[in-house]
Every structure is written in C-alpha cells, then in structure tokens.
C-alpha cells in the first residue's frame, strides 16, 4: 500500500489529498505525475524518520522524473537523508549532483559549507591544521556561493567569515 493511502496525520492526509489534485489537474504526462507521487511519499517518510523507504522512493522519483530542476530537489533530499545518518560523503555527492541541475539552490550550497565546516573542526581537533585549513576555505567558498543567492540567510555563516577575515568586506547586503 502506498505511504500516501496509510497516512494517519492530518497534515499528512492534507498534504496527500491536496497534491492529488494537483496531480489530476495538472497538465503533465502520466510519467512525470507518478515521479511526483514517489517523490511526495518520500518527503513523507522522510518525515516520519523513515530513511530507507524514503531513499526508496527517491530512487524511484528519480528514474521517472526527467525534469532537472525537480530531479534537483529529489537529490536534495537524498543529500539530507545521508547527512543526518552522518554519512557525509555520500551526502556531498548527492548535494553536488542537485548543484549542478540547479545551480541556483543556496541550500544545498549552504549543507556542503556545514559538512566542510564541520570536518574542519574535528580536523582541527585532531591537531591536524592544514586538513582543517583546507576544510574551513571549501566551506567558506560554498557560504560565499550561498550567500549571494539568498544574502538574507545564513547570518552565523555571515558572521563566522567575518570573524575568520574570510570576508574581508560586508560584500552581502
């Protein structure tokens, strides 16, 4: 039974309810409507802190939807699922890959700056500087990048590179 059918919530049960409509009155082909229908169960189960069927559903989101920006957001959200299972290369991949459909995606910029920053610290925890370095300058480039498409956000990242002089002037607002 599909996760749409199940769903015992009420905002889940609105969700599913109002995307059907949408699905049956939008004008796109039965292919791209079905990836939608996947990519809506995996939010779902995302949501429910179901990883695996969510990643499953993405999957198959992904070998449906044709459209790059929509496939863009599907990779985000796989990128999401492996981040928060602390497997942080496999989330890179799946953020770079959203990247490069839609370039134009702050938030996926903004993750790999947090999972750059984030091994930066425990490179420096380990005393090794140069690793950390090197870490801290890649996610200051991603900050950078997302900063400039959405300079209302991210204000800690604002403010740890100007803290860190890795932005030497107030180039945002």
């Known amino acids: 039974m599909p996760r ?3 769903n015992d919530n009420f905002i889940d049960k609105t969700f599913t309810v109002m995307a059907d409509m949408i699905l049956k009155v939008l004008p ?9 229908a996947y990519y809506r169960d995996g939010m779902s189960a995302q949501a429910d802190g179901e ?12 070998t449906l939807e044709e459209d790059p920006y929509d496939r863009s957001f599907v990779l985000y959200n796989m990128g999401l699922i492996h981040a928060s ?16 459909l839609n370039p134009r995606m702050p938030q ?57 002089g890795r932005s ?4 945002y607002f």
């Open 4 to 6: 749409s059918q199940r």
């Open 85 to 100: 299972n602390g497997e942080h290369e496999e989330a890179l991949e799946y953020y770079q890959q959203a990247i490069e």
């Open 28 to 36: 796109t082909n039965k292919k791209a409507k079905e990836a939608f």
């Open 108 to 164: 996926a910029l903004n993750n790999i700056a947090v999972i750059y920053h984030y091994q930066g610290e425990k490179a420096k925890e380990a005393g090794d500087e140069d690793t950390a370095e090197e870490e801290f300058k890649q996610a200051a480039e991603y900050w950078i990048r997302a900063i400039r498409l959405a300079p209302n956000n991210y204000i800690e990242a604002q403010n740890w590179l100007k803290v860190t």
């Open 168 to 171: 030497k002037i107030d180039i």
């Open 51 to 62: 990883y695996a069927e969510a990643l499953e559903n993405y999957q198959e989101a992904l």
